[in-house]
């Protein structure tokens, strides 16, 4: 059994899989398990779906008939932002918390798949097979243990993880003085590279979800961090989704 002071002896980029996270999380007459993680993460998927279906049936045409993007999407995404943060924050609070970011998400992306579907027909339906597939993928090699979250494989993850948070972050801020550095987003070869990797890397962050999830199963963590675990699975989904869209928007491009 691993003691509780010990259950982060790996890290995982991950925000919602912290050790500060398991400390300040209480303890309670009953443990944490992964069938009731499962059943949680499969909760905060279809809010995440339902709000995905909200926000594209929002999505119109102008006058012109061209479909625009919604001048909404960005205040909820912001509120998405916030409510992702209140749940990293404070774990007591993730049923709630981590509802609302997947309600707020989800329209957010269905604001963002009409768009790109609108370009490329079909395309969404392609994104969540082609997601879905990847994600049972990695949950199957790591449950034969071809994939495993050594301190090696854990440390690359990671780094690869932060220098894509930089390179985002770096290209926003070129972006504020007109300048466009997002080079991975460019339907070139080089473009839909970098984009497979930055797919990869995404994919390959499950493995550290899933080894924290039975660390904390191990330790006997209580049973609320279920929903906080839950929602950890699923920021990584929405990541992996967005970055598979893009992906195939560019290879179709390249058609």
Known sequence: MTARGSVAERQTGNPAFKEEVYQSAGRDQSTMTVAGTVMKAFFFTFVLIAG????????????????????????????????ALVTIMNPRLAAVTGSLYSLLQGMVLGAISAIYDAAWNGIVLQAVIVTIAIMVAVLFLYLIGVLRA???????VIIGTAGIALLYLFALILSLFGVDAAFWSKPTSAGIFWT?????????????D???????????APR??????????????VWLYLEVLR???LSRSRQ
């Open 52 to 83: 995905a279906t909200l926000g594209w049936s929002f999505v119109e045409p102008d006058a012109s008939g061209a479909i625009v993007w919604p001048w909404w999407s960005f205040w909820l995404g912001l509120a998405a932002f916030v409510m």
């Open 210 to 220: 899933f080894d924290a999830i039975e660390r904390y199963v191990a330790a006997d």
């Open 150 to 156: 050594t301190r090696r494989f854990t440390k690359m």
């Open 196 to 208: 497979l990797v930055i797919v990869a890397i995404a994919a390959l962050n499950f493995v550290l």
């Open 247 to 249: 992906m195939i928007a």
């Open 224 to 237: 609320q961090l279920e929903w906080h675990a839950a929602f950890g699975v699923i920021l990584t989904l």
